[in-house]
């Protein structure tokens, strides 16, 4: 019987199990090339690592664990000029994993191999294959080898392209690909041609987009004095004009399906003069967005058109690259903001589902049925009835499992994500929750159609492995009036969370509570006599968790109201429906209000009795938090609220949040400004850093953007808590740099860094972020001290409040320290 359970379980077992095991590919390499001369070329190596992993060095020990190797196949045409150069987040030491002093590089920065060589015979590719061995805290995977090739081809005639963003080794987001080509129509007449091609979720902005939402695509000549431009010019690609819920204002934008392209049909005067200039974009995903500007040279001479490249005469060179901040910022002063690669809200999501199970069982759907399925097991022989036990047991785990995978394969990982702060979905959910609340309190039942259970019925009568399954099958069915608000409860907290396995976890929690007495009951048939009688506190129990559900629906609600700004469920509001729900639960428990199921109360017992009490006791705590907190100038928030209640500051009766520039501060700087939530800011990094140092307090760098929507959120919704909000006004300097400022710089730049011309504010900040910190997303928040070293590691947006107020608290105390 044993072997036959086996044999049967086995291919579920190996489905659920491919739900946590994936093939490990922990670093990525990607290959490109750079130009140093007519003849001579640095190969780029670029590994992407991922969180918590180590690749190692080509020079580490041989007697540790594999270095990294480049073997070339086909090399004829080069001349190798050196080792190679290593950079990245370099460590060297002791190894305990290998007990020997190893060279390794960790993910926080890209390790990058640039071996520079000689082109001997530029017609011949180069090829080969590079060999590198990752490992984490616990286990290494075995040496794994990339092809790679490089082909050096002569610039083509009419065509300039930007580089290729699948061949960009520095970690930066490059999710468009431009290219520039002129066709000729007549002697007097050609068409510039510029081609966006767009990768993934991404999109690009039409040159006609209205002005009050992202930034329009421009086209921007600063040399054109042999042509006339009669117009903006054509437009060709998936267009789409709709509300757009990034920026709120009706957009055109264009999407990856097909290029983006551009077609400038342009009047030649004289074509022995080359046209200059620069095209602007914006891009954006679900979340963020990017500015950027590129520059192009077109020749109708009949001369090749190449990459435009910059003039800098005239041009005021600047190098915004601080040593110390791209040095520390690896290493930085503190861990915080380290995170583990185990996600501890994995072991809260299986506690979610099992406290969820167990609940179940405690209702009148399902806890009738232990004794009656157990009894129907210890029929046969005590060795048999544990064996059907385990089987019975399994089977729910199964059933149950699989709707959560089911669930994650429909959603997936990015659906799952954008829940945590969508309206839509959040009052979807208050609904759902209302529905659920009032099916407990015993006004109507939510079934399934009877006909499933009929059907898993007359299955399980077949006996054997198969009718023990559907037996599970059919108590799923049946107690699904019990269970299905519970289920639904535990599904969106854990799909709201973002977590891609979240509620697969759930689900196996939820099963393995429900499962664990079936199988412990059939083992020990002697400990059903100490299971108390099915009775009326059985609906006792539904109808608490209808209070619960009424609470939990408004924290959704809540959500969406942040979001909306509706101003329906401010903290005064919320906090009196909870007081309200805690009482409600005290006068039900000693007897005041009865639903349509109860039985009539003779005595109140002990145990009813203290969870009374309790009730009147979280009534009380609630009640608290509408002590005034004078510190931050705001009600006192309650350590049990936080993430369910709204922020104290987002309140009904209280004074508005008000900024008050100092006067002298603002007349010495001009970036001195009042920011978001009325905490006052620098938006110039240099003026913010001497600020900084006249009153010795560490500075946040702010890397944001106006079409930030993800620094939006971290405003509205983690700034506005009255904790957070002082720390940034009183014990830190903060400086918002606006990466997509299109106020025009007084005079034009050029970035000793980035090779790039500097025109207006947002490309001087964006220039700043790249060259500091090799990133080009936003939200980047980085804690830096007076004498520019980064305290803790940056961190993009989280939407955990508490995490936010940790990492503020643990940067300042570093300092301190």
Known sequence: MIKKAILFFLPLMVIFNNSFSQVLEPVKWSFSTEKISEEEYYLVYTANIEKGWTAYSQFTDADGPVPTEITYESMDGIELLGKGDESGDRKEGMDDLFGVNVIKFTYKAPFIIKQKIKILDISKPISGYITSMACDATKCLPPTSVDFSFEFESEAIDELSTADPANQGDGLAKPVKWTFTQEKISDSEWNFVFKADITGEWNVYSQYTPDDGPIPTSINYESADGIEIPDAGEETGHRKEIMDPIFGVDVIKFSSDEPFTITQKVKVNDPTKPITGYLEYMTCDNSKCLKETIDFTFNLDGTAAKPANINTSGLAEIDQKIPSLNETFRNPISNCGDEEEQKSGWLW?????????????????????????????????????????????????????TIGLLITLIFGPEALNRLSTNWIANTLFFIIFMVFAFSFFGYYEITLPSSWSTKSDQMADKG????????????????????????????????????????????????????????????????????????????????????????????????????????????????????????????????????????????I??????????????????????????????????????????????????????????????????????????????????????????????????????????????????????????????????????????????????SVSSGKKLRDVGDKWADFQISNFLQNTQPLYVPVTTDEKVISSPRGYHPEMEDYLEYLRCSIRAVKN
């Open 349 to 401: 999501l299986l506690l979610l589902g099992m406290g969820s199970g167990f609940f179940a069982l405690l209702t009148p759907c399902v806890f009738p049925m232990i004794p009656i399925t157990v009894s129907f097991f210890t029929k046969d022989t005590k060795r048999k009835g544990w064996v059907n036990g385990l089987i019975y047991g399994l089977s729910i785990i199964v059933i149950y499992v």
């Open 464 to 603: 054997g492995l198969l009718g023990i399954f559907f037996m599970a099958f059919t108590l799923a069915l049946v107690s699904f009036s019990c269970t299905g608000p519970l289920i639904g409860t535990a599904l969106v907290q854990a799909a709201t969370t973002g977590d891609y396995i979240g509620p697969t976890l759930v689900m196996f929690g939820f099963a393995l509570a429900l499962a664990l007495p079936f199988g412990l009951f059939a083992a020990f048939p002697a400990w059903l006599n100490t299971l108390p009688k099915s009775g009326s506190w059985m609906n006792s129990v539904k109808v608490i968790l209808g209070f619960v559900e009424v609470a939990l629906a408004f924290k959704f609600l809540s959500v969406a109201d942040l979001t909306k700004h509706w101003g329906l469920l401010k903290y005064e509001v919320f906090m009196v429906i909870w007081i309200l729900v805690a009482i409600g639960m005290a006068l039900y428990l000693f007897g005041f209000i009865k639903f349509p199921h109860d039985s009539p109360i003779k005595k």
């Open 605 to 750: 017992s002990p145990l009813r009795g203290i969870f009374g009490g309790l009730s009147v006791a979280l009534a009380i705590y609630l009640m608290t938090g509408f002590k005034y907190n004078n510190d931050i100038k705001s009600y006192n928030a309650l350590s049990l609220m936080s993430g369910l209640a709204p922020p104290t500051n987002y309140n009904i009766f209280l004074p508005k949040l008000t900024g008050e520039l100092d006067p002298a501060l603002a007349e010495k700087y001009d970036s001195y400004t009042i920011c978001a939530n009325a905490i006052p800011c620098f938006k110039d990094y240099y003026q913010g850093l001497e600020y900084a140092k006249s009153v010795g307090k560490p500075m946040l760098l702010d890397h944001t953007g106006y079409g930030c929507v993800n620094c939006r959120k971290t405003e509205e919704h983690i700034w506005i808590d009255a904790h957070i909000r002082k720390i940034l006004t009183d014990s830190l300097v903060l400086v918002s740099l606006y990466v997509d400022d299109s106020q025009k710089l007084p005079e034009q730049l050029y």
